[in-house]
């Protein structure tokens, strides 16, 4: 890191489908980072059948956000949980600009900020297809129907594509394709990270 005392937070932006989970997976090897996916942390907490899990689940289910009070807690304790690490990647969170402010002011109590936000860049058809073809396979309840797909994909546009604007006022956000070969993808991103860190 050019900055050794500082620890890195990026967050790994786009639509449902465009392929952030796999691509935070494959950087948190390469980088030493911590994932956070909100979306796994959820699914632990429903597979867990947990007072969380169940709250939850009816907005899961339909394809809407989870409220920003109870993501924006969950969020933080596991960042407190695991606060030695060298850095994270946060794929799906931020989703509205709630959570931004929230995340921004938490990070500047640890003296620390966003460094950048990575928006992959995928057009509908092919989240649709891919979300479709994910959903024979994940056993998620929101992968498996069209119109909660559609729905997800609204979501996005609505209410947390602003997140990309919001950091790009800061000037911390770059767009990179989120299509071609999943390989492909993972080089751009790691040169791209590796000239931010
Ligand atoms: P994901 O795995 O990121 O596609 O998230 C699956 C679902 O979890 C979303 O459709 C939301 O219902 C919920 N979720 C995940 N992250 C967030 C977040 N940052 N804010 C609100 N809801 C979230």
């Known amino acids: 890191m050019k900055d050794s005392q500082k620890r890195v937070n990026l967050i790994l932006f786009g639509p449902p489908g465009s392929g952030k989970g796999t691509q935070a997976k494959m950087l948190e090897k390469k980088f030493d980072l ?22 939850a689940r009816s907005y899961m289910d339909k394809g809407h956000l989870v409220p920003d009070e109870i993501t924006i807690a969950m969020l933080k304790r596991k960042m407190d949980q695991h606060n030695d690490v060298v850095g994270y990647i946060l794929d799906g969170f931020p989703r509205t600009i709630a959570q931004c402010e929230a995340f ?89 990270i590796t000239n931010i860190i």
Do not use: C, W
Request: proline fraction near 3%; glycine fraction near 8%.
């Open 34 to 55: 911590l994932q956070i996916s909100t979306g796994d942390l959820f699914r632990y907490e429903l597979g867990n059948n947990t007072p969380l899990g169940q709250k």
């Open 104 to 192: 921004d002011r938490f990070l500047d109590d640890r003296g620390e900020a966003v460094n950048s936000l990575i928006s992959l860049i995928v057009d509908d058809n092919e989240l649709v297809t891919r979300l479709l073809e994910r959903g024979k396979t994940s056993g998620r309840a929101d992968d498996a129907n069209e119109a909660v797909i559609k729905n997800r994909i609204d979501v996005y546009k609505n209410e947390t594509s602003p997140v990309y604007e919001y950091y790009n006022n800061k000037g911390l956000s770059v767009e990179i394709p989120g299509v071609g070969k999943i390989e492909e993808i993972h080089t751009r991103l790691s040169e791209m």
